[in-house]
């Protein structure tokens, strides 16, 4: 395999299991109440959901994909982040 297997969050900034299990509640809440906004925060959840199940069942996230030597990732990492910038310009932007 190519990559690495990552035991912390983006950037192996290291997070407790319970921080992270924490922000995929916080995320499932924000979606029941924000109607307008289900869109990018179901990709924020699916793509944490699938980096838990994987740190869960394995110990570490496996990050195959090196982003121009900066740093590693995974599909679900893209997920995430797309979700936080579209949350981020429905929120700040288009105010919806």
């Known amino acids: ?8 969050v983006s950037g192996g ?3 407790p299991l319970a921080v ?3 922000a995929e509640f916080v995320v499932l809440y924000l979606f029941v109440k924000e109607k307008t906004r289900r869109g990018p925060l179901v990709l924020i959840f699916v793509g944490g959901a699938v980096n838990l199940w994987s740190r869960i069942t ?3 996230v496996a990050d195959p994909w090196n982003f121009f030597g900066l740093f590693y990732n995974n599909f679900a990492d893209y997920l995430i982040f797309g979700g936080v910038v579209w949350y981020a310009l ?6 919806i």
């Open 1 to 8: 395999m190519t990559g690495i297997l990552n035991v912390g």
């Open 13 to 15: 900034i290291p997070v």
């Open 20 to 22: 992270i299990v924490l």
């Open 58 to 60: 394995g110990g570490a």
């Open 90 to 95: 429905a929120s700040l932007v288009f105010h």
